[in-house]
């Protein structure tokens, strides 16, 4: 046995259902099936089982596994899609290049699991792997409702329909995250104090001309801008407005956004 498989063991389970086992120094151990993101065991350095698992659970596709940690995702409960969503009844694949973890360990038993996109998903649940942060909690303007002022309640911003915002008095730098290629876009701008929010989604871009069916999938505009407060100069006078952006890998999570540090990288 390697130095590693001690710790991470990638074997077959009920069914012939790939799973990994991990394996702490102490004896704790946890098992994860690749079907459904699913932990089904975690045991103390006892040996005992501190999960759940229904002795009658069906280990095998569509169904899903009945007990232990369940990754109920998009939506939980009822609603359009299945219930609890369809993560759970998805088949998980290994992420070999995961975003660097963000507390210092010397653990060795992990392993960073990811759910890929398929065309039957994009289909039931057309969906942005981009998200906005630095516009939390600040009014706009929303351009879909006659420029009705309203103030952002997500704690960044994610795409799911048409958007149309003008974030008023926003701060000087904004980080665009683009999951699916682990990297961000940091803007950077002076003299120019809110921020456009758009994209137009399925419905408007098959009704635009010049816009393809499916580009809103493939593109997001945020634009800085002086729009709530017009700027006039009087004979003589100067204005400068400046935006700059640049590129990072995707290093840090939401809720701890610091574009210096970003640019540091």
Not at 89 to 103: G, L, V, Y
Request: overall charge negative.
């Amino acid at each position: 046995m390697s130095e590693d498989s001690k710790y991470v063991e990638h074997c077959k389970g009920i069914n012939g259902l790939d799973k990994v086992i991990l394996r702490e120094v102490r004896g704790c151990s946890a098992e994860i099936y690749l079907y459904g993101g699913q932990v089904t065991s975690w045991k103390n350095e006892h040996r005992e089982e501190l999960l759940f698992v229904s002795s009658k659970a069906i280990f095998k596709p569509p169904k899903a596994i009945r007990g232990g940690i369940t990754i109920c995702f998009p939506q939980f409960g009822s609603g359009a899609l299945d219930r609890h969503g369809f993560a759970r009844n998805r088949f998980w694949s290994i992420d070999n290049d995961p975003p660097p973890f963000p507390t210092n360990t010397t653990n060795k038993a992990f392993i960073d699991l990811i759910l890929k996109q398929s065309e039957e998903d994009a289909k039931i649940w057309p969906h942005s792997e981009v998200r906005v942060e630095g516009l939390e909690t600040l009014d706009y303007l929303d351009n879909l409702k006659d420029r009705e002022r309203f103030t952002e309640q997500g704690d960044a911003i994610t795409f799911e329909s048409e958007v149309d915002k003008i974030y008023l008095s926003t701060p000087t730098k904004i980080a665009i995250l683009d999951h699916e290629r682990k990297r961000t876009f940091v803007l950077r701008k002076d003299g120019l104090p809110d921020a456009v929010v758009w994209n137009p989604w399925d419905k408007k871009a098959k009704a635009m001309p010049d816009f393809g069916d499916d580009d809103y999938m493939h593109m997001l505009c945020v634009e800085a801008a002086c729009v709530e407060k017009p700027i006039t100069l009087k004979p003589g006078e100067e204005w400068k407005g400046r935006q700059e952006l640049s590129v990072v890998p995707s290093s840090y999570c939401s809720g701890q956004l610091d574009p210096r540090r970003a640019l540091s990288v």
